[in-house]
T-cell receptor, first 114, second 110 residues
Framework: DTGVSQDPRHKITKRGQNVTFRCDPI?????LYWYRQTLGQGPEFLTY????????KSRLLSDRFSAERPKGSFSTLEIQRTEQGDSAMYLC????????????FGPGTRLTVT | QKEVEQNSGPLSVPEGAIASLNCTYS??????FFWYRQYSGKSPELIMS????GDKEDGRFTAQLNKASQYVSLLIRDSQPSDSATYLC??????????FGTGTRLTVIP
């Protein structure tokens, strides 16, 4: 299977701890996106990379959130000092960057902050 | 006004009927439009994209776009119980990120 993969699939952490999630995009896709989805809502855009460059960040992405894509392949999303409000599904998507850029999502990482 | 708005439903249709899902969008998002299907507990799956006015058909799915009315719809013909899911409408800005509606929950009754 050559789709988008994410790890871990589930993460339970205590408030105040740091967590890091990984996303591996489809291999030929140079654009990578992070979204967050809470129950009953559609995904909300967090940030976007073209190759290794982080080109856009949502104002939803507080200072506690940081994302990297060091070699233009996989990406990591770190949340520092987690809060209960961070509990959500974190989704990664990738696209080719050609044309209108259909985005394909990974299975997501479900974060629960206790 | 939100960038993309959908009726949250639920929408129930009998098996074999046509399901019609609707979405409106604001002036701030106007380039490309997508429909995603999301089963409970799973991630969104792309099922249709549409970029210009008119209809686009793919199997049992037809997407319709009317830019003058800022309206996008998805028709599912011969609905099956396996079509029961939440359908997310998404619009893409020039910056390439997607704005999603809250989704419409569809139930197909056998």
């Amino acid at each position: 299977d050559t789709g988008v993969s994410q790890d871990p699939r589930h993460k339970i952490t205590k408030r105040g701890q740091n967590v890091t999630f990984r996303c591996d995009p489809i291999s030929e896709h140079n654009r990578l996106y992070w979204y967050r989805q809470t129950l009953g809502q559609g995904p909300e855009f967090l940030t976007y990379f073209q190759n290794e460059a982080q080109l856009e960040k949502s104002r939803l992405l507080s200072d506690r959130f940081s994302a990297e894509r060091p070699k233009g392949s996989f990406s990591t999303l770190e949340i520092q000092r987690t809060e209960q409000g961070d509990s959500a599904m974190y989704l990664c998507a990738s696209s080719t960057g050609q044309g209108v850029g259909e985005q394909y999502f990974g299975p997501g990482t479900r974060l629960t902050v206790t | 006004q939100k960038e993309v708005e959908q009726n949250s439903g639920p929408l129930s249709v009998p098996e074999g009927a046509i399901a019609s899902l609707n979405c409106t969008y604001s002036d701030r998002v106007s380039q490309s439009f997508f429909w995603y299907r999301q089963y409970s507990g799973k991630s969104p799956e792309l099922i249709m994209s549409i970029y210009s006015n008119g209809d686009k058909e793919d199997g049992r799915f037809t997407a319709q776009l009317n830019k003058a009315s800022q309206y996008v719809s998805l028709l599912i013909r011969d609905s099956q119980p396996s079509d029961s899911a939440t359908y997310l409408c998404a619009a893409q800005t020039g910056a390439n990120n997607l704005f999603f509606g809250t989704g419409t929950r569809l139930t197909v009754i056998p």
